[in-house]
């Protein structure tokens, strides 16, 4: 009988290390970057909960967007140099996860209590327990995206509606109303474009990703000031992602009639 201690013991592993006959120092170190660049998502997130804390909205708005950033340009960096294959030992996808929860979710939570977008209540603190559950299941769905890169369900996009919501100046009962209901979307299969990767009908979907994105930003700055300009940019791109959703719904579910016989061969 062998001796336990003899027994060969499984190589430790580590993120940290390079496979140096498969990559260049260059490369690896290439990659770890974006993992760096992709990790300044939670330090934006840290950010913008302190400003929170310290009632400054803008300030966290500024902040949730530049968190949007890093998130919607991370992903094709990491692809083109082959993150995934370079730093085998670190698990991007989780990571983004991760981050993204911190950021679509706990923060504006915080976001929607601390500006009363939701009553700063007992049934305002229900109204984000349900968002803050449904944004872990949503999380969590291994269908979450199609193959024609659609959400399935709301995409628990609160770092978007939390803050679009305070700078039109809803008021707190309409919030509660509009986030239970946004919330539960989350549990469905109804359809979200992903703003620069989905297809179909992309350039207005791109065109209305700026103007919503413009007007978050244009909002912060010019706090504690709302311009009818803000709110028409607001609403206009908000609104179009709806109206998508539903016209995507409408044209999947439409069945295809089969063509007939061509009448001129008759």
């Known amino acids: 009988m062998s001796d336990p201690q003899q027994l060969e013991q499984p190589?430790?592993?580590s993120p940290f290390r390079r496979d140096e006959q498969t990559y260049t120092s260059a490369e690896w170190g290439g990659a770890w970057l974006v993992h760096v660049?992709?990790?300044?998502g939670i330090v934006a997130a840290m950010l913008a909960l302190r400003d929170v804390?310290?009632?400054?909205?803008?300030?966290?708005?500024?902040?949730?967007?530049?968190?949007?950033l890093?998130?919607?340009?991370?992903g094709p960096i990491a692809r083109a140099l082959e993150v995934e294959k370079r730093v085998?030992?670190?698990?991007?996808?989780?990571?983004?996860?991760?981050?993204?929860y911190v950021t679509c979710v706990i923060v504006p939570a915080c976001f929607m209590y601390q500006f009363r977008v939701v009553p700063q209540n007992n049934y305002g603190i229900a109204v984000l327990c349900l968002?803050?559950?449904?944004?872990?299941?949503?999380?969590?769905?291994?269908?979450?995206m199609t193959?024609?890169?659609?959400?399935?369900?709301?995409?628990?996009?609160?770092?978007i509606i939390g803050p679009v919501m305070f700078l039109l100046g809803t008021r707190e009962g309409v919030g509660a109303v509009v986030t239970i209901v946004l919330s539960l979307l989350s549990l469905t299969n109804v359809p979200f474009p992903h703003i620069a990767r989905a297809r179909w009908m992309q350039p207005l979907t791109v065109a209305a990703g700026v103007a919503l994105f413009g007007?978050?930003?244009?909002?912060?700055?010019?706090?504690?000031?709302?311009?009818?300009?803000?709110?028409v940019l607001l609403l206009v791109g908000g609104l179009y992602f709806f109206v998508l959703a539903a016209a995507r719904m409408l044209a999947t579910s439409t069945p295809k009639v089969p063509a007939g016989p061509d009448p001129r061969l008759e």
């Open 11 to 13: 190589a430790v592993s």
């Open 37 to 40: 660049f992709t990790t300044l």
């Open 53 to 68: 804390l310290v009632g400054r909205p803008d300030y966290a708005i500024i902040w949730l967007l530049l968190t949007l």
């Open 70 to 74: 890093i998130d919607g340009v991370d």
């Open 88 to 100: 085998p030992g670190l698990d991007g996808f989780l990571l983004d996860l991760i981050i993204d």
């Open 131 to 144: 968002l803050v559950f449904t944004g872990a299941i949503w999380f969590a769905r291994k269908d979450m």
């Open 147 to 159: 193959s024609d890169n659609w959400f399935r369900g709301q995409p628990a996009a609160w770092n």
């Open 215 to 231: 007007g978050m930003a244009l909002g912060a700055f010019g706090y504690p000031h709302r311009y009818t300009y803000v709110h």
